[in-house]
């Protein structure tokens, strides 16, 4: 019998980066009976709007002519419909683009991922934020990279030292600016121009990750990097931002539709890649993106933000009822996430192991989050699923847990 197991002579070395997503393996909880779950940040199904995808899907199989192009190959750039729709998308957040100027992705992890395969060469640097997405963190670790944090002490002069010292350069700055996964911070103005000012200093690529971007529920607006990056430079095509944005958080997860937009000389690049990885995105559910999009997008947006924002709104309440001396918790503006850091000593993932069992609670410990895998105290709650009544009764039965896990500490 073959050798198959974790070490077996013709794996590529880089395998070994290649690990299981703790978030997915705590989804396989959420069939258990009882069981109060803020861990997966997904949407929350009872937004989904059912009848405009069947009409969409109908419409896409019937119609005269074009019912077999919906269900043949496509171009790997992408539904030119749908490119046309999210250039007029773009545009409105202040980035000037045109259709050639996106490609359609299997959702924006996908752009992630091949994003680390054009420009990641093994030991190069990539600059993020700690804690940071960890979709993020598995997508660029197959490249092999090693990671630096923005903010903070982190001033252009070191991140150049640290990289020049293992033998590298910094080739990319990645960042949620917007509602974080998973801290639900969002950059400030200044801090966007800075990301500008670090990158242009190191010459090095920015990763706009903007699938939380629509999500805002207090405040206004801030102009994307891609925004910024455009009115310092003139245009799209002299920019170094690549905006990764996606239909999961707003529309549907489930049809993996996003994108990336950026110059075209690096759309190219990527294009090229997905030709490689899948030849092109599913015809019929761009299709039928671009029909729901095109009629219901601003709607479900708005259902959306009255839904999570009452979430959040009772979670950030039932933290101030039940937190223990401490605990502090971020108060996002938008987003589906509410980092809470554990009084000092409290181990997220064996408290995770309590809550479950003691509870029937879940949630994502932080260490997940950090490319070094501290954050030990720190845990992500999600808001998006559990109704107002089933959160304040997690937060309640959270809370319990960890002022019993106390003790062990002394």
């Known amino acids: ?19 299981a997503s703790e978030i997915r393996e705590l989804l396989k909880l959420l069939d258990r009976p009882g069981l109060i779950s803020f861990a997966g940040g997904i949407p929350n199904p009872a937004l989904f709007d059912m009848n405009a995808f069947h009409r969409a899907y109908a419409s896409a199989l019937g119609q005269p002519g074009g019912g077999p192009a919906s ?7 992408g539904y030119m419909p749908l490119r046309m729709w999210i250039a007029d998308h773009m545009a409105a957040k202040g980035v000037r683009c045109e259709p050639e100027n996106i490609l359609i992705t299997c959702g ?14 093994p030991g190069d640097t990539v600059v993020t934020a700690a804690p940071t997405y960890l979709g993020a963190l598995q997508a660029f670790n197959t490249y092999e990279p090693r990671y630096d944090t923005f903010g903070g002490n982190g001033t252009v002069g070191l991140l150049r030292a640290n990289a020049e010292a293992h033998g590298s350069r910094v080739k990319l700055l990645y960042l949620v600016p917007d509602f974080a996964n998973p801290s639900g911070a969002t950059l400030d103005l200044s801090s966007r121009e800075r990301a500008l000012d670090m990158a242009g200093e190191l010459g090095c690529l920015i990763v706009e990750d903007a699938a939380y971007t629509a999500l805002r529920y207090d405040g206004e607006d801030l102009p994307p990097i891609a925004a910024l990056d455009q009115r310092r430079c003139g245009s799209i095509e002299e920019s170094r ?10 529309l549907s997860p489930g049809l993996r539709v996003g994108w990336v937009c ?10 090229l890649a997905k030709q490689a990885a899948d030849l092109h995105s599913a015809t019929i559910n761009q299709i039928a993106m671009h029909e729901v999009a095109l009629t219901r997008f601003d709607d479900q947006v708005a259902m959306a ?12 309440a039932a933290l101030a009822r039940h937190a223990t001396d401490g605990m502090e918790w971020t108060k996002p503006e938008g987003g589906l ?6 009084p000092d000593g409290v181990d997220g993932r064996r408290l995770l192991e309590r809550a479950v069992a003691e509870e029937n609670v879940a949630f994502v410990p932080g260490q997940a989050f950090f490319p070094d895998r501290s954050g030990i105290n720190t845990i992500r709650l999600s808001f998006s699923l559990p109704d107002p009544h089933r959160i304040e009764e997690g937060i309640a039965r959270l809370c319990k847990v960890i002022r019993a896990d106390l003790p062990t500490r002394q």
Do not use: N
């Open 262 to 271: 950026g110059p075209k000389h690096l759309l190219h690049r990527l294009t």
């Open 1 to 19: 019998m073959p050798d198959i197991s974790p070490t077996a002579p013709w794996l590529a070395q880089r395998s070994s980066r290649m690990t």
């Open 108 to 121: 924006s992890q996908q752009g992630l991922d091949f994003i680390g395969k054009l420009f990641l060469d």
């Open 337 to 342: 996430f509410v980092w809470v850091t554990l």
């Open 71 to 77: 269900l043949q190959y496509s171009a790997s750039e």
């Open 241 to 250: 931002t690549l905006y990764c944005g996606t239909f999961s958080k707003t």
């Open 305 to 316: 933000r009255a839904c999570y924002r009452e979430r959040r709104d009772a979670m950030l």
